[in-house]
């Protein structure tokens, strides 16, 4: 899910000082990088197929150590990072923006403009594959259900989730989330730069105390009503307090807010986790501290700075969105050339292939798709009315 690029920080020249933007966030676009890798490991390992003649064979894991094995089923926490990483870019990228209605529409149209293209592009590759797989090639299809223009349309408006229809595809369904969760951090950023008198009134950043009033309420209560609920799920209240602590993150490190409102937010969810305990919430605990802890250290711009990890980061969106339809090909015309009885070596030799192709086919996505609307969003943004 990368749904922005990642901002730019510059090294502050001493530890806890408010960091000024120059460079890019290389450890976030790392942390973005393993994310959506771990996220394509997991639906490439959970969803292999089982022989045939033994429906409860797996014939990859019987190669695989347990541990392998327990590491692969676990990989989906990417989702959690990704959250809060989309928390801390949009508080980041929100901190010189003056919302007035018009911007409102601008800030989402332009994130619409850079996210839907490979996105249609992907619901057009799943919606293809589940009416041709079966019919053509014998294969089943990625997803269970009938091919509806509805489907599809619901698809195409992010409104999957909310209007009840199955999923053409995996992942996706944390873009719609993305898209309802843009909506509100730039109006709440507005209602926060008008609640309170701002630090400078030339700058249009709200104060600490206007941005708490606007946004702690909603993550409280996503923490402690919205998220128990399976029925919320649709919704992005079920995640706004991981949204949040990414965004508290940023404010801490630029100086909105004060350490200790880090540290009281911290404390609230681990408190929380110890009387209900919730994997993904600690997840998002952990990914937070992981970012004020290097933004604090002054290495948010040299931390995970390794050029296949960064590139990875960079193509993340791509590999998110096409990497499930990608691997259900591979898997199934590997297993075919193996007789559908691949031995355990095979097996995992066809799952490491739908690996390479995914990632092969999220780098032709980002190139051909989502490079181009990246830049149309940023000249929209550079020539959007004053």
């Known amino acids: 899910m990368a749904s922005i690029a990642a901002g730019e920080c510059q090294s502050p020249k001493r530890v806890g000082d408010p960091i000024k933007p120059a460079t890019r966030f290389v450890m976030v676009d790392g942390l973005r990088g393993l994310a959506a890798l771990g996220i394509a490991v997991y639906h490439i390992w959970r969803y292999q197929p089982a022989l045939k003649s033994d429906p409860e064979v797996f014939p990859a894991i019987e190669l695989m150590p347990d541990f392998l094995d327990f590491v692969f089923r676990k990989s989906w926490i990417g989702v959690q990072f990704l959250l809060v990483i989309s928390g801390f870019v949009i508080a980041f990228t929100l901190r010189n923006t003056w919302v007035t209605p018009r911007e409102v529409l601008s800030f989402v149209g332009r994130r619409v403009v850079r996210l839907w293209p490979p996105y249609a592009v992907t619901i057009a590759c799943a919606a293809f594959l589940l009416a041709v797989c079966e019919s053509w090639w014998g294969m089943p299809p990625p997803v269970g259900g009938s091919l509806t223009i509805s489907r599809v349309l619901s698809h ?17 369904w944390t873009v719609c989330i ?32 206007g941005v708490l009033l606007v946004f702690a309420p909603l993550a409280l209560a996503s923490l402690h009503i919205w998220n128990p609920l399976e029925s919320t799920e649709p919704w992005v209240i079920h995640f706004l307090n991981a949204f949040f602590l990414g965004m508290v993150t940023w404010w801490t490190l630029d100086g909105t807010v004060s350490s200790r409102v880090f540290g009281a937010t911290v404390g609230i969810v681990a408190a929380h986790l110890a009387f ?13 501290l992981s970012i004020f802890v290097a933004g604090r250290t002054n290495h948010l711009h040299d931390w995970l700075n390794w050029r296949w990890l960064q590139y990875l980061g960079r193509i993340s969106y791509s590999l998110y969105l096409i990497h499930y339809p990608v691997s259900h090909l ?47 969003s940023a000249w929209l943004k550079n020539h959007r009315p004053g």
């Not at 195409?156 to 996706?172: D, M, V």
Request: aromatic residues 12%; proline residues 8%.
């Open 276 to 288: 209900q305990w919730k994997l993904e919430n600690a997840l998002a605990l952990t990914a937070a």
């Open 178 to 209: 993305e898209m309802q969760f843009y909506v509100v951090s730039v109006v709440g950023w507005g209602l926060a730069q008008r609640l309170f008198p701002r630090p400078d009134p030339q700058q249009p950043g709200p104060s600490g105390w």
């Open 330 to 376: 591979v898997t199934f015309y590997g297993w075919r050339k193996c007789g559908d009885s691949p031995t355990p070596v095979q097996a995992n030799l066809i799952l490491l292939a739908c690996l390479v192709a995914s990632i092969a086919a999220g780098h032709l996505l980002y190139i051909c798709v989502e490079a181009p609307s990246g830049r149309w």
């Open 156 to 172: 195409l408006g992010f409104l999957q989730e909310i209007l009840g229809e199955a999923p053409l595809t995996a992942a996706i």
